[in-house]
């Protein structure tokens, strides 16, 4: 239904829906969902929440993800996919846009915006993709005091500390980590770039009854395991940040090749969604109905536009 029906709107706020997604048995999916056609056609699919890259919003505007993009960027991508899908979003905070008070202002503006959760990593700017080499990293108490700003800040939105300490602290540095986020105010970790199942089950090992986030990206330092294989491994949430954009911007770079190359569109119409697909997406008949059923405008009455016509 229409977004613009308050009836059809979830009553309670994101970041309980998406706790409560959290505090079930079975591991939370959530794929990447760059727009909001994207968050409706991953809602059709059957998933329950979305994740908000920040590599894959900062590379639909053509940017790079060194930490470029603003807030109130964010929060453009975090008002369409919300209101598209209704869904829980996880939102990419890169490093929080600043220091202690700055991430306080993110909390609010993401939450106003309709985000569920948010993580921050201990990466200092320019921040890199976590799958990258030669990250620098903030002190753990720098990152921590982040958490504490996040977690004073919030009303409902789950705060999520990720850490990518592993590739320059080992192990013991990235647990470490992860119990100071914690004691900090984190509701969840996620820890990047690990490279093994060995990796992500001792993670895991070491910090018991805490939830923790799997990062299932193509082509970086993760093997592709299974919603599946991450849940066995001790995971509670596992996103697939840019696989949507991936496979739309490869779509794209065929359909203008061919373009180029024809002349016209002949050979992509097989690839294309049709009209009939793309306005049963967008519920363009729930809209038109929703339109049809709203009173029409009541004119004047013949008294009242005398008494207007009498006093000129």
């Not at 200092?124 to 620098?136: E, Q, T, V, Y």
């Not at 569109?265 to 363009?284: P, V």
């Amino acid at each position: 239904m229409p977004y613009l029906v308050a009836k059809d709107l979830p009553s309670e706020p994101a970041g309980m829906r998406f706790r409560a997604l959290l505090d079930r048995p079975a591991i939370l999916r959530m794929p990447g969902a760059h727009n909001g056609m994207a968050a409706l056609q991953a809602k059709a699919a059957g998933f329950e929440a979305l994740y908000l890259s920040g590599a894959a919003m900062t590379a639909s505007m053509g940017l790079p993800d060194l930490g470029i993009i603003t807030v109130e960027d964010v929060c453009f991508f975090i008002r369409q996919v919300v209101r598209a899908s209704g869904l829980p979003v996880l939102v990419d905070g890169d490093t929080g846009y600043g220091e202690a008070l700055n991430v306080m202002h993110m909390v609010r503006a993401f939450e106003e915006a309709g985000a569920a959760a948010v993580h921050i990593e201990d990466q200092l700017l320019p921040k890199k993709c976590g799958h990258l080499n030669d990250k620098k990293l903030a002190s753990a108490h720098d990152m921590a005091a982040k958490v504490a700003a996040a977690a004073k800040a919030r009303r409902h939105l789950q705060v999520i500390a990720r850490t990518d300490a592993y590739a320059s602290e080992g192990m013991e540095g990235a647990v470490a980590r992860a119990k100071l986020y914690i004691q900090a105010g984190a509701d969840a970790i996620f820890p990047e770039a690990l490279s093994t199942a060995d990796m992500f089950r001792d993670f895991a090992r070491a910090l018991p009854g805490v939830k923790l986030l799997a990062n299932m990206t193509e082509f970086g330092r993760t093997p592709f395991f299974t919603a599946g294989e991450f849940e066995a491994m001790g995971y509670a949430m596992v996103i697939w940040p840019v696989s949507s954009l991936r496979v739309a911007n490869k779509a794209q770079e065929r359909l203008y090749a061919a373009l180029r190359r024809d002349g016209g569109t002949q050979a992509s119409l097989g690839d294309m969604q049709t009209r009939a697909e793309l306005y049963a997406a967008i519920d363009l008949a729930g809209y038109e109905a929703l339109d049809a059923s709203i009173v029409q405008t009541v004119l004047p009455s013949a008294h009242g536009r005398n008494a207007l016509d009498a006093n000129g």
